[in-house]
């Protein structure tokens, strides 16, 4: 992502995350792929839950992942375990993966054209969308991505706690 996008969307997501979820706070501790930001919480059964924004470093566009961990860390590997069977206590995944089958084109948010979606230009140069058009887009997308992660994420990561200091007996439905 172009950099004066990338200091809006990441300025944008922790204003709109911080409104929507206040108990999720900014986690420097934990070790992250580099232009990523970590937000971390934890639920009352002691159960931490994670929230990641990761950039893309080639387009104008972003992603979510999402984790709970037993033992109050950052699965230190991406997507590890299952809905249906966490491993070791952790589970980490896209969010997107609550409401959408799995296609890496739908894992992501676009500010502009979905370049992977998109013929090439009859140069073979990608025509790049102006910064301000791109700018203006920034708080509908957050505030879409936002909603998702309070509607969806959270309620189905609270659900996975309770699972796991085994206060349910079943494990919560995806939406898919």
């Not at 990441?10 to 995350?17: P, Y």
């Not at 936002?146 to 919560?172: C, T, Y």
Request: with cysteine; hydrophobic share 40%; proline share 7%.
């Amino acid at each position: 992502m172009r950099a004066p996008l990338a200091k809006l969307v990441r300025q944008e997501f922790k204003t709109k995350l911080h409104i929507a979820a206040p108990e999720f706070e900014s986690n420097k501790t934990e070790k992250v792929p580099a232009g990523c930001q970590l937000y971390s919480a934890l639920t009352p059964e002691g159960v931490a839950m994670y929230i990641m924004l990761q950039l893309d470093s080639r387009w104008d566009c972003f992603t979510v992942e999402a984790a709970i961990s037993v033992h109050n860390r950052h699965p230190s590997n991406s997507f590890v375990g299952t809905f249906d069977a966490p491993e070791n206590g952790e589970l980490s995944f896209r969010i997107t993966r609550l409401w959408a089958p799995y296609d890496n084109n739908q894992t992501w948010w676009w500010l502009g054209a979905n370049r992977l979606m998109c013929a090439p230009s009859f140069d073979g140069i990608a025509f790049e969308e102006a910064i301000d058009v791109l700018a203006a887009r920034v708080p509908t997308v957050i505030n879409d991505c936002v909603h998702r992660i309070s509607n969806d994420v959270l309620p189905f990561l609270r659900m996975w706690a309770k699972k796991q200091k085994g206060e349910v007996d079943e494990p919560p439905a995806t939406l898919t």
